[in-house]
T-cell receptor, first 116, second 115 residues
């Protein structure tokens, strides 16, 4: 079974500081994708960053970066220079690769508060 | 703007009533999905479709039905609403190319309350 675990239900960070959100996953597959989605109060799910499992280099998107440890099955999200607009629920997600309808498996989310 | 459109945004149903949640995408995506999000939980897959005329069950399909008569539309039907179906429902789509690295495009969600 594929599972995604986010062990931090809530996190807070001072504006302009750095915060890291944790995610671990369980899979027997070797080729898969990992994602972080942001869900603000508007409920819209917004893709933040994504990583292909076969790539060793960690993905980076502006202030967002990941620490992907394939052997440890860990995929943490680092937000640098936190802004008030970063406050949201963050979901880690996993999907097996391939041209199929393979679903995403989501973690239970981490609620991030940004303190002015 | 291109994207996934869900209607309605909010709905209150009485136990035993029926309704259809509408989902339309204008990106010509092959794959479409319905998820539900319960409070404090991640998203759970209800049904998905890999193309017009093809649908399949996800993790939590009981109490729901879907159809996919066109590429654009993927409605979700609740036949006999139950309080356990109180949730936020998300429709999502993706292109589905080979070596598809892309994430979903999500709709804005439908908050459904069954009383």
């Amino acid at each position: 079974a594929q599972t995604v675990t986010q062990s931090q239900p809530e996190m807070s960070v001072q504006e302009a500081e750095t915060v890291t959100l944790s995610c671990t996953y369980d899979t027997s597959e070797s080729d898969y994708y990992l994602f972080w989605y942001k869900q603000p109060p508007s409920r819209q799910m917004i893709l933040v960053i994504r990583q292909e499992a076969y790539k060793q280099q960690n993905a980076t998107e502006n202030r967002f970066s990941v620490n992907f440890q394939k052997a440890a099955k860990s995929f943490s999200l680092k937000i640098s220079d936190s802004q008030l607009g970063d406050a949201a629920m963050y979901f880690c997600a996993y999907r097996i690769s391939g041209n199929t309808g393979n679903q995403f498996y989501f973690g239970t989310g981490t609620s991030l508060t940004v303190i002015p | 703007n291109a994207g996934v459109t869900q209607t309605p945004k909010f709905r209150i149903l009485k136990i035993g009533q029926s309704m259809t949640l509408q989902c339309t995408q204008d990106m010509n995506h092959n794959y479409m999905y319905w998820y539900r999000q319960d409070p404090g939980m991640g998203l759970k897959l209800i049904y998905y479709s890999v193309g017009a005329g093809i649908t399949d069950k996800g993790e939590v399909p009981n109490g729901y039905n879907v159809s996919r008569s066109t590429t654009e539309d993927f409605p979700l039907r609740l036949e006999l609403a139950a309080p356990s179906q109180t949730s936020v429902y998300f429709c999502a789509s993706r292109e589905g190319r080979s070596r598809d690295f892309y994430g979903y495009t999500f709709g804005s969600g439908t908050r459904l309350t069954v009383v």
